[in-house]
């Protein structure tokens, strides 16, 4: 079986620190180690456009900042193919025909979909394109045979439901056409779902609790040094709490042997650090320092690639377009294939029959 990888991201702001360690790392290994046949990267404009229907300039603007982000962590356009979501219209004949395979109450059953219905306040106003979004992201894998999609664990019902809708697909028409997607996640817990600054349980552009990729060096520090970490240690002396202690997270996420080696060599890893910690006499000051200088040091080439592919956002865009150009041309192909097993492929019947 061939292996193809799809993922993506929605438009709605730059990508930062969660993106990097629960996805981003990922897909520049994955590209690197080149074990499969095609890798997609989707900037997915149309499902930001579910919740940003009324805000169209936000998500056109995003577009070219998740691809700068994109390029500049070392994704690279000879290996990946990027594409812009609207530039594909079968995906939505592949959205729409999937809509009779999925009910009312299995789309509100969804545990993300039912967490951002209330995280945006939708209420009973749910858009229907909103609540249909899990649909789409099934059409978005399957257009291209995707069997591999890394993602963060937020992601893993939509994975869920995507295997459903293809199980459910194959049994009614009486194929094997749709392949049942494995989602990707990364091993290290925290890199998951990295928690956002102020201790909410995910980081996510939507919150405005994000450390960006393309944060300058003074506003990663400062975002540091603002951290939530344990109400109760408030002298250097006290014993501290490392669990749901924002800075110990990152560290959990980031910091790697040669970073003790290099930054804080007192210590011979994390465990003995919070240790220390969690004994007291151990300062925020001085575990807030080493976070920066770690997160200093992966964010710098990062921000300098970054600024070097702002100057000509027009090659950047030839890249998408390239991409939409191609991933169409697959997309036409694989509608057809979807048509043919439900037997609504008119013209080829006719044309078979003669
Ligand atoms: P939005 O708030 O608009 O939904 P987001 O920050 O959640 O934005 P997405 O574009 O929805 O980002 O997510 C893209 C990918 O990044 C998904 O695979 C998601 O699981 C992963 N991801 C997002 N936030 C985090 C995080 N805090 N930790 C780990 N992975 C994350
Ligand atoms: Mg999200």
Redesign the pocket.
């Known amino acids: 079986m061939k292996n193809i990888i799809l ?4 438009p ?2 730059q990508l ?1 620190i ?2 990097f ?3 981003l790392k990922n897909r520049v290994l994955l590209q690197n180690k080149g074990d499969y046949d095609k890798m997609y990267i989707m900037i ?1 404009d149309a499902q ?1 456009l579910t919740d940003n229907f009324d805000n169209v300039d936000k998500v056109k603007d995003n577009i070219l900042q998740v691809m700068l982000d994109y390029l500049a962590v070392g994704l690279d356009p000879e290996k990946v193919v990027f594409f812009i979501q609207s530039e594909i219209p079968e995906l939505t004949e592949f959205t729409f025909f999937y809509m009779n395979l999925v009910t009312f109450a299995r789309l509100q059953r969804n545990p993300t979909v039912k967490a ?1 219905i209330s995280q945006k306040k939708f209420n009973k106003n749910i858009p229907m394109g909103f609540l249909c979004y899990p649909i789409s992201q099934t059409a978005d894998i399957t257009a291209f045979n995707a069997n591999i999609v ?6 893993l019902p939509m994975i869920e439901q995507a295997r459903e809708i293809c199980r459910t697909f194959n049994n009614i028409y009486k194929t094997d056409l749709l392949i049942e997607p494995q989602a990707v996640i ?1 091993e290290n817990k925290v ?6 600054l102020d201790g909410a349980e ?6 405005g609790n ?1 450390i960006f990729l393309a944060d300058e060096p003074e506003v990663v520090k400062q975002k540091i040094f603002s951290m939530y970490t344990d109400p109760n240690h408030i002298k250097i002396s006290d014993p501290g709490q490392t669990r749901g202690n924002v800075v110990f997270a990152y560290l959990d996420a980031f910091s790697e042997k040669e970073h003790f080696e290099r930054y804080l060599p007192e210590y011979k890893n994390l465990e003995e650090l919070k240790a220390h910690y969690k004994k007291g006499g151990l300062g925020d000051v001085k575990i807030k320092t080493f976070l920066n200088n770690i997160l200093q040091e992966i964010l710098k080439p990062i921000r300098e690639k970054r600024k070097t592919l702002e100057k000509n956002p027009a090659r950047v865009f030839e890249i998408l377009f390239k991409g939409s150009d191609e991933a169409k041309k697959d997309a036409e192909q694989n509608i057809l294939k979807l048509k043919q097993a439900m037997g609504i492929d008119y013209r080829n019947n006719l044309k078979n029959k003669n």
């Open positions: 993922t993506g991201d929605r709605t702001g930062h969660g993106h360690i629960g996805s997915a930001a951002e890394p993602v963060g664990v937020d992601q990364p890199a998951q779902r990295l928690p956002g995910k980081m996510s552009k939507s919150l994000c």
